[in-house]
């Protein structure tokens, strides 16, 4: 077990570790620039958890929060641990193939979407009493404002914040491993990954454009339904 | 815009504080944290910040720095999280006004006020640190300390990137709107304009990772042998007494906490 994670961790992983952590804040950056709902803020721990294995992933988002956290905005600093398991449930994922396709890939979203909202919750919870600085604490507090508990309500809040973020995060690394040649990928530790599985590649796209697509239209069906009701 | 500050908080000069040992401070930094969540006094991450942060940053003369930081970058975070903690904390208690569904309480705003203190205090200490620490020095105590190097690797080299990438991110986003991207127009053609925002972004930087491997690989990154430093880094009496002396005080207040709860 040991010695497996050492070979995940070469010269190249940790070359790409620093990459990767300012890739993360950088694209945040451009979406806040681009005023998209999302954050986009961890496609470079998505894209070492793939390439280096899961341990290198969970290094990188924890590594990128802290740094985020000193340098940019404090307010990043105490989510490292969901960051962290974004980073290993990725590199699992890819591990047990399941970032092949863009179908597969969008699955892949979804299940660090779920390890994402379950590693947020209790730090919302003991930390900040359920209410943090980010803008969805609005949905947490009305909905505590009905009665529902703060477990409850901060889940029920990253449960539908999460999915759209995380598959649009999964997606995009997808795409960047997609445009990377063979050669390149082949340095890394695990480039069995991304092993191209062929079949239709462009219908494919579209149906995971659609699901995103779709999941947006829930989240905000859901939302009207909660603050509207 | 955070975009081109500069990423080293470190303001160089002559002080006590500067010549403390980088895990000393370190410790401080943690330490003060770790008390403040928990020793069971309402008032401890107050006192923490009137009587440890504040005089140290004058210690340290950076107390220009640390004010000026702690007014731009915390005070905004921290303010913001009251509002909001004040405001939807559904706790029980004598109810101070009432605007529609919201009706913060005596008891809502205490807590509000603790927790933003406690934030405040996190991220204060750690921008003294900052403020009082040059990273490689930081880096080079804690790798003779046994920190891999790898790691003090990612962190140094982190620190070096981000603003590279940062000032590439921005250039991208010029070259690309004069070139007629739409930044700014309908959600659609905004969430479009993400990829050739991304995309050039992303692999250029992809494109140096193989070179600098090359390169630290011939400089014996993976060489196991104990490297020798040309920077010694003094470590006093002093410092070892102040470590110990935090780490009782941490202690004494985690039993505190246990005892009268």
Not at chain 1, 102 to 119: C, E, I, R, Y
Not at chain 1, 131 to 140: D, K, M, Q, V, W
Not at chain 2, 3 to 10: A, D, G, N
Not at chain 2, 199 to 222: Q, W
Request: a positive charge; glycine letters at 8%; charged letters at 15%.
């Amino acid at each position: 077990m040991l010695n497996n994670i050492k070979k995940d961790f070469n010269t190249m992983t940790w070359v790409l570790i620093p990459v990767a952590i300012a890739i993360n804040i950088a694209i945040g950056q451009i979406v806040v620039t681009l005023k998209l709902p999302v954050f986009l803020d961890s496609v470079g721990t998505v894209l070492v958890g793939v390439l280096c294995g899961p341990w290198a992933g969970a290094l990188t988002g924890a590594l990128s929060n802290t740094i985020w956290g000193i340098a940019i905005d404090p307010n990043a600093l105490p989510w490292w641990p969901v960051a962290f398991f974004i980073g290993l449930v990725s590199g699992f994922m890819a591990k047990g193939g399941w970032f092949k396709s863009w179908w597969k890939v969008v699955v892949t979203g979804f299940v660090v979407a779920l390890t994402a909202a379950a590693a947020s919750t209790p730090i919302a919870v003991y930390l900040f009493g359920g209410i943090t600085a980010s803008g969805s604490s609005f949905i947490t507090a009305y909905l505590m404002q009905t009665g529902l508990g703060v477990f409850q309500a901060v889940f029920s809040t990253s449960f539908l914040v999460e999915p759209v973020d995380k598959i649009t995060t999964a997606m995009l690394a997808f795409a960047i491993v997609q445009g990377l040649s063979r050669r390149f990928i082949a340095r890394f530790p695990r480039p069995e990954n991304v092993e191209d599985e062929g079949g239709a590649n462009q219908t494919q796209l579209y149906i995971a454009i659609g699901v995103v697509v779709l999941l947006v239209l829930f989240a905000a069906f859901m939302l009207r339904n909660i603050l509207g009701g | 815009m955070a975009m081109h500050e500069r990423l080293s908080f470190y303001a160089k000069r002559d002080s006590i504080l500067h010549r403390l040992n980088p895990l000393t401070k370190l410790t401080l930094v943690f330490g003060f944290v770790l008390i403040s969540f928990f020793a069971p006094f309402y008032w401890t991450p107050h006192l923490l910040i009137l009587s440890g942060v504040i005089p140290l940053s004058f210690t340290g003369k950076v107390a220009r720095e640390y004010f000026n930081a702690s007014l731009r970058l915390i005070l905004p975070a921290a303010g913001f999280l009251f509002i909001m903690q004040a405001l939807f904390q559904p706790l029980e208690g004598e109810e101070l006004f009432r605007i529609g569904f919201l009706h913060p309480t005596k008891e809502s705003v205490m807590f509000a006020f603790a927790n933003a203190m406690r934030i405040f205090l996190m991220v204060s200490s750690f921008t003294l640190f900052l403020l009082t620490t040059h990273p490689s020095e930081l880096m080079s105590d804690l790798t003779r300390r046994g920190l891999p190097g790898q790691f003090a690797y990612v962190i140094i080299s982190t620190i070096q990137i981000l603003p590279q990438m940062q000032a590439k991110a921005q250039t991208i986003i010029s070259a690309q709107r004069s070139r007629g991207l739409d930044t700014q127009s309908s959600f659609l053609k905004r969430a479009g304009s993400l990829i050739p925002l991304v995309g050039p972004l992303v692999f250029g930087s992809l494109v140096e990772v193989e070179e600098r491997a090359i390169a630290i690989e011939a400089r014996g990154f993976t060489s196991t042998k104990t490297k020798t430093s040309l920077h010694e880094i003094p470590d006093t009496n002093s410092d070892k007494m102040i470590r110990w002396i935090l780490a009782a005080l941490v202690l004494i207040s985690l039993a505190l906490r246990l005892w009268l709860s």
